[in-house]
């Protein structure tokens, strides 16, 4: 009898000649892409979409919801999605603020380290250059 039970592998004296396991894909040259991690991204995005659908389901009693002058009911789900909608876009103005404003320090520093001056007055020309003729 042996110790090890057929076909518990390769056999240690033979070297393989196909790759085996995990490193079968990567040795073609596939691998993790931009495409395959929109998918990701994609499949996550239902998965939220899903939640959101069960919770405003779920919570359909009427609110009364007032802001300045407006009053009015809603569903308690909706309620809660356009509060949360509206604090997602108030955070996406103060980030793109707050990337234009770097971007335009770094741009700012990028010009002094050139040597690029601005004008302190603006030019303008005493008189504009004519076309010679043709003689």
């Known amino acids: 009898m042996t110790d090890t039970p057929t076909g518990a592998g390769p056999d240690p004296g033979v070297p393989p000649t196909e790759p085996v396991g995990r490193g079968a894909l990567s040795s073609h040259g596939t691998g993790r892409t931009r495409i395959s991690a929109a998918w990701i991204w994609v499949i996550a995005g239902a998965v939220v979409v899903a939640l959101l659908l069960v919770f405003i389901l779920q919570n359909t009693r009427s609110v009364k919801v007032s802001f300045f002058t407006a009053n009015g009911t809603l569903p308690l789900g909706v309620a809660l999605l356009l509060a949360t909608i ?8 103060v980030a793109s603020l707050r990337i234009w404003q770097l971007r335009h320090r770094l ?26 003729d043709a003689r």
């Open 107 to 132: 741009t700012g520093q990028r010009r002094l380290a050139r040597g690029f001056r601005p004008p302190l007055a603006p030019t303008t020309p005493t008189e504009p250059e004519r076309p010679q």
């Open 86 to 93: 509206g604090g997602l876009l108030l955070a996406g103005v």
